[in-house]
């Protein structure tokens, strides 16, 4: 099961590097939060999307960033392991 949380989020910093297991590029924003710090991955158009000290309401599922005040939205960004349910609608 997956967990989703939304609350207010102060962007503190950024990362990106490569995966060692997949030698991807990886992107992640870390964030100050009531429950403290946390770094959350994004998608790479997000990560230079926002700057630090963006401020704004943080909604994220697991690791992963779902969408950040008005600069990173959901709708933007489907999350990659969702299934591809489309040829019910044929």
């Known amino acids: 099961m997956q967990y989703q949380e939304s609350l207010q989020a102060l962007l503190i910093n950024k990362k990106k590097g490569i995966s060692y297991r997949t030698q991807k590029p990886i992107f992640q924003l870390v964030f100050q939060t009531h429950h403290g710090i946390i770094s959350l991955d994004v998608e790479e158009n997000a990560f230079y999307t926002v700057m630090i000290r963006y401020s704004g309401l943080l ?6 960033v779902l ?3 008005p600069w990173i939205q959901e709708t933007m960004y489907p999350y990659p392991n969702r299934i591809d349910l489309s040829w019910l609608n044929s």
């Open 67 to 69: 969408s950040f005040g």
């Open 59 to 64: 909604k994220y599922e697991d690791h992963r």
